[in-house]
Structure formats: C-alpha cells, structure tokens
C-alpha cells in the first residue's frame, strides 16, 4: 500500500526499482541460506552438517547391509520379523544365578530343514545336478515345518545345525545327508540372523550345535578347507562379539544373556592344535558320540568333571518288516527312560535328549514326520511327540536338559507344557 503512494516522478520510480531490487536481494539471499546453511558459519555449522551427513549415510548403510545378508540367510533362517511376545523372552523370568544344565531348554533336530520340499529340490537341480545327485522323497529328509525365526519367537533355544562345502567346495551351506538345504544362504549369513535377533532379544541365550554332515556329495569330506572356512565363520569379529568365549564351561543364564552357546559336534583334526584350543565352547567330539546311542556319556572338561549325557537313538533296531506303531514305541521308550534319568541324576550335568527319529531302512520307510507325528489309522496311539505329553505331564518339577524335537509345533500343547515344567520359583529346587 505505501508503494501506491509514490509520486509518478522519476525518482519515485527510481525508489520504486530500488525498493524491488533491494527486497529480491534479501530474498535470494534467504532462500540460498536455507538451501545452503553451511556457508552461514562454514567453520561450525557446516562441519557439524557433514558429520550429521556422515553418520546418517553411515547408519543406512549398515542397515541396508544387514537387510542384504537377512535376505541372502532367508531360505534357512526366513524372513526375519521381530516379535516381542512371551515365548521369544521366556528366558527373562529366571534370574541370571540359574545353571543352564539346570534348565529345561526346547529344541529342534536338523532345524535347517523346515524349508526343505519336492519344490526346494527342484529349484537346486541345476546345482545338485552338478554332483550327479538324483532324485528322491524329501519327505525323507525334512524333520520341520517352521523357519529358524519363528522357531526363536516360538521359544526354541537349540539348534542342530548341519554344515558341508556347497558343490563349488567355496563356502559352507547346509544340508541333511544329500539334501541340500539352499546353495545361498550361507553358515556365515544365517549367523547373522542369530546375531540379530538376539539384539532384538538381549534376555535370551540359544545354544547352536554345528556338526559336519557326510554324504552331501560324492567325493565330499571334513576337509581342511571345511574346518578352516567353519573356524573363520565362528572366530570372525562378529562371531566373537555374539559367541560366549568361554571354553569347557555352561555356566549361568546372566553370564549367557544375549550370547550364543556353541555345541560343537566336529572336530578340527585338519587343522594345526592352536584352532582347537582357541574355539570356545563345550566339545563334543564325533569320535566319541556313539552311533545311534541311547546312553552315552561324555566328559566335556577334564578338570572340572563337567559331563554330558545324551541320548541319540535316531533309528530303531527294529525287525525289517516292523510298523511303524512298533517304531515309535522303541523310540518313545529310549526318549523317557532318558528324560527319567535326566529328572533323578547327575543335577549339576548336562542332559541331551533326542525326540527325533527315523527309519528309513525299514521294509516300509519310516519317515521322521511318520515317527513324530504318526501315520493316522495305522498309529492309533499317535507318534512321538503326542505320546510323549501325558509322560511331560508327570514330569512337572524336574529338571529333564535339553530335548530336541522334530515338528515341535505338533500337538499345540508339547512345546507349552516342555517351557511349563521348571517355572522360574521352583528352578533352584528341583526334584533331584
């Protein structure tokens, strides 16, 4: 309004230019200042822009990194979702003085599995066609249904992991005997998934069991290039900043909380002495696991008498021609005269007890979904995992270790009633 007031002379239209020019600069200069803070203080502001810059470029970085290796880790991990519910932070309820040989610790027999199909086959035959591998029932070689994530929110703690040289003897994959679980998703990757989730879960403990699995391919074996590529998966910086560094030793939950626990079911044999004695964790030496056994006993440390005892009787010495309600009876008997065993001896000792089953060399092949979870009609009693519920209910109050299932997610109550036995006010006086 004061503009339209100027007189129509030449030195009001000269103010009036001037005027305009004047209020453009002072625009201009607004708007580079706002595009552009760093040159308002380049000695201060601009400095801690670039580090703001730096640090955020940083961050998205990693972040974009890790989201790279989860999806690489998915067909063996699966696709990481962080859930926070009662199962995947059950752990939190017990004080950090309880032993874990003093805990109740759910988990899964060849875990890596879950993901394992005639689909799965097939898209790896352009690899496995490689190694002259044929085709065959993965039924026979699939022991679960849920991915490594959702097993850790479900509240599994223990994982049987078997590793091998993918068909290019380059990295270290997973398999079950010649079923390749996925040429991607490498030992080193699915680590990463552990190692995140347990950032996720911080309470929480998992204990990894890694065993080299023979018979992947032909020509295959534990060799020097297999034992140094695993110790350099479990001894990187990562490793070491999420692996418990203590060697011959179980411990205590809060010594433990955010660590991974390794059960090493492989030896270092090709390798010089020193990468034995610098692998943390309990050893348990395959020379010394006794085949299909259904009470053997290992001593973890010398010095302090810290003994294992496991029961692995994964094949019943059934007749050939046996059924597979006779299969699963031989099974349920060697699992509950171990869990019995696990429930009234040795309180300070770690107990190791198998669920999971097969029997593939049967006249009638028992698959390790038959020995679990029964074949209908044929098994009225049901398989493994629904007899063994009634025995569980008996078993409230007792320390029974580690037991390791397969499709633990059947019947819906197992997994529930196995977490339910040892509530954190009765974990340090148990039945013994």
């Given at each position: 309004m004061l503009l339209r007031r100027l007189p129509s002379s030449t030195l009001g239209r000269v103010i009036l230019w001037a005027g305009m020019i004047m209020l453009t600069l002072f625009t201009l200069a607004a708007l580079t200042g706002i595009a552009r803070p760093s040159l308002a203080l380049p000695g201060v502001h601009g400095k801690e822009n670039a580090i703001h810059h730096?640090?955020?470029?940083?961050?998205?970085?990693a972040e974009l990194a890790l989201g790279k290796v989860l999806s690489d880790a998915s067909p063996v991990f699966g696709n990481y979702i962080d859930l926070q519910t009662h199962t995947s932070e059950w752990m939190k309820a017990y004080p950090d003085t309880t032993l874990l040989a003093h805990m109740n610790l759910p988990g899964t027999h060849d875990?890596?599995?879950?993901?394992?199909?005639?689909?799965?086959?097939?898209?790896?035959?352009?690899?496995?066609?490689?190694?002259?591998?044929?085709?065959?029932?993965?039924?026979?070689?699939?022991?679960?249904?849920?991915?490594?994530?959702?097993?850790?929110?479900?509240?599994?703690?223990?994982?049987?992991?078997?590793?091998?040289?993918?068909?290019?003897?380059?990295s270290l994959v997973f398999w079950h005997s010649m079923a390749l679980q996925s040429e991607t998703a490498t030992v080193d990757d699915v680590m990463y998934g552990f190692y995140h989730w347990l950032d996720q879960h911080p309470s929480e403990v998992v204990l990894l069991s890694f065993q080299y699995q023979g018979s992947t391919a032909p020509y295959a074996t534990?060799?020097?290039g297999v034992q140094r590529l695993l110790f350099e998966t479990l001894k990187s910086p990562a490793a070491k900043r999420y692996i418990q560094q203590e060697t011959g030793t179980l411990g205590t939950l809060g010594e433990s909380r955010?660590?991974?626990?390794?059960?090493?079911?492989?030896?270092?044999?090709?390798?010089?002495?020193?990468?034995?004695?610098?692998?943390?964790?309990?050893?348990?030496?395959?020379?010394?696991?006794?085949d299909n056994g259904d009470d053997i006993t290992l001593v973890l440390?010398?010095?302090?008498?810290?003994?294992?005892?496991?029961?692995?009787?994964?094949?019943?010495?059934?007749?050939?021609?046996?059924?597979?309600?006779?299969?699963?009876?031989?099974?349920?008997?060697?699992?509950?005269?171990?869990?019995?065993?696990?429930?009234?001896m040795h309180p300070d000792s770690l107990f190791w007890t198998f669920a999971s089953s097969t029997n593939l060399l049967n006249k009638h092949p028992i698959t390790p979904e038959i020995q679990a979870l029964g074949n209908g009609s044929l098994t009225p009693e049901g398989g493994v995992n629904e007899q063994l519920v009634p025995f569980l209910r008996e078993m409230q109050g007792h320390r029974l270790g580690i037991v390791m299932f397969d499709f633990y997610e059947t019947p819906h109550e197992l997994l529930p009633l196995f977490l339910s036995l040892l509530p954190p006010s009765r974990i340090g006086s148990y039945s013994s």
């Amino acid at each position: 309004m004061l503009l339209r007031r100027l007189p129509s002379s030449t030195l009001g239209r000269v103010i009036l230019w001037a005027g305009m020019i004047m209020l453009t600069l002072f625009t201009l200069a607004a708007l580079t200042g706002i595009a552009r803070p760093s040159l308002a203080l380049p000695g201060v502001h601009g400095k801690e822009n670039a580090i703001h810059h730096n640090t955020s470029s940083s961050s998205l970085l990693a972040e974009l990194a890790l989201g790279k290796v989860l999806s690489d880790a998915s067909p063996v991990f699966g696709n990481y979702i962080d859930l926070q519910t009662h199962t995947s932070e059950w752990m939190k309820a017990y004080p950090d003085t309880t032993l874990l040989a003093h805990m109740n610790l759910p988990g899964t027999h060849d875990a890596a599995t879950w993901n394992y199909s005639l689909a799965t086959q097939r898209s790896l035959d352009h690899v496995t066609n490689l190694v002259n591998d044929v085709e065959f029932d993965p039924a026979a070689y699939r022991c679960q249904t849920r991915s490594l994530n959702r097993m850790l929110d479900d509240g599994i703690r223990v994982f049987d992991l078997r590793y091998a040289y993918d068909v290019t003897n380059s990295s270290l994959v997973f398999w079950h005997s010649m079923a390749l679980q996925s040429e991607t998703a490498t030992v080193d990757d699915v680590m990463y998934g552990f190692y995140h989730w347990l950032d996720q879960h911080p309470s929480e403990v998992v204990l990894l069991s890694f065993q080299y699995q023979g018979s992947t391919a032909p020509y295959a074996t534990n060799s020097e290039g297999v034992q140094r590529l695993l110790f350099e998966t479990l001894k990187s910086p990562a490793a070491k900043r999420y692996i418990q560094q203590e060697t011959g030793t179980l411990g205590t939950l809060g010594e433990s909380r955010g660590k991974i626990v390794l059960l090493k079911r492989f030896d270092l044999d090709k390798l010089p002495d020193t990468y034995g004695a610098a692998f943390p964790g309990l050893h348990f030496s395959p020379t010394n696991w006794t085949d299909n056994g259904d009470d053997i006993t290992l001593v973890l440390n010398e010095t302090t008498g810290l003994t294992a005892y496991i029961e692995d009787y994964y094949q019943p010495q059934t007749p050939f021609s046996s059924t597979a309600q006779e299969n699963i009876r031989w099974k349920v008997n060697a699992t509950e005269a171990h869990l019995r065993k696990a429930a009234t001896m040795h309180p300070d000792s770690l107990f190791w007890t198998f669920a999971s089953s097969t029997n593939l060399l049967n006249k009638h092949p028992i698959t390790p979904e038959i020995q679990a979870l029964g074949n209908g009609s044929l098994t009225p009693e049901g398989g493994v995992n629904e007899q063994l519920v009634p025995f569980l209910r008996e078993m409230q109050g007792h320390r029974l270790g580690i037991v390791m299932f397969d499709f633990y997610e059947t019947p819906h109550e197992l997994l529930p009633l196995f977490l339910s036995l040892l509530p954190p006010s009765r974990i340090g006086s148990y039945s013994s």
